[in-house]
């Protein structure tokens, strides 16, 4: 049977989360590299599905905007560096339960790693309390990104798309250029290039995020 560390249950209930079997938790903060029979991938998959429904129905109740909008909010609300984001503002990073090595190359900190297991705790949570109070448990979360700007702004990615398009361009291309570090702490770097305009690169711990950063960097440099 898993069992939590005292300080890890009592930093979970700090936070409002609902810990009864610690086998759970103990899964849900479980990182792949220590090769242990079960990890937080599968509670992530779950966790991911109750905040996108969480935060798509504060976003339809609390604003008036049309789907478009709705839709840029959501998809910058729940992504992963917003959810790494949540998960270092709780102190995640210190009960992640993982490999000596990827723990020395940074994998406990890393966007990837954060945002997962944000979202596996979410799951947890969700098994062991139900929707409501695990959906009230995000609000609280979730409250200072949800009031602030994040997902106001268009996409950068729409926004190049649109700037090319206003402007008798080609569309943007986005191609990988170069990958390093080992499986659990991946980098990418994206070049984006508009044809007889110029190029940027960018790199991010993953190819949405390398491309989105490269995308942003061109609108500043050309747009």
């Known amino acids: 049977m898993s069992t939590l560390e005292p300080g890890t ?24 590299s220590l090769g242990e029979a ?5 509670l992530e998959f779950l966790g991911d599905r109750v905040l996108g429904l969480t935060i798509a129905d504060w976003l339809y109740t609390h604003s008036n ?9 959501l998809n910058a609300l729940v992504s992963k560096q917003v959810c790494a984001g949540r998960a270092r503002s709780i102190g995640t990073s210190d009960h992640v339960r993982m490999g000596k090595q990827a723990r020395e190359d940074g994998a406990q900190d890393s966007d990837n ?19 409501d109070p695990t959906s009230t448990l995000i609000r609280d979360l979730w409250r200072e990104v949800f009031d602030g700007e994040t997902g106001r702004r268009k996409h ?3 926004a190049l798309q649109e700037w090319a398009a206003g402007n008798q361009r080609r569309p943007p291309e ?3 250029t170069d990958t390093s570090g080992p499986d659990h702490n991946r980098r990418y770097t994206v070049q984006v ?12 711990s993953g190819k ?6 490269a995308a942003r960097l061109f609108m500043e440099k050309y747009g």
């Open 193 to 204: 290039s508009v044809y007889k305009v110029g190029a940027v690169e960018a790199t991010a």
């Open 38 to 42: 079960k990890d937080y991938d599968r």
């Open 65 to 73: 905007s049309a789907e478009g909008k709705l839709a840029q909010r």
């Open 156 to 158: 950068p990615k729409s």
């Open 113 to 131: 790693v954060l945002g997962d297991i944000m979202e596996s705790l979410i799951g947890a949570n969700f098994l062991e309390a139900g929707f």
């Open 174 to 176: 986005y191609a990988v």
């Open 9 to 32: 249950r009592k930093w979970l209930e700090s936070q409002g989360f609902t810990v009864k079997d610690e086998a759970l938790w103990h899964e849900a903060l479980t990182h792949g």
């Open 208 to 213: 949405r995020e390398a491309e989105t950063e």
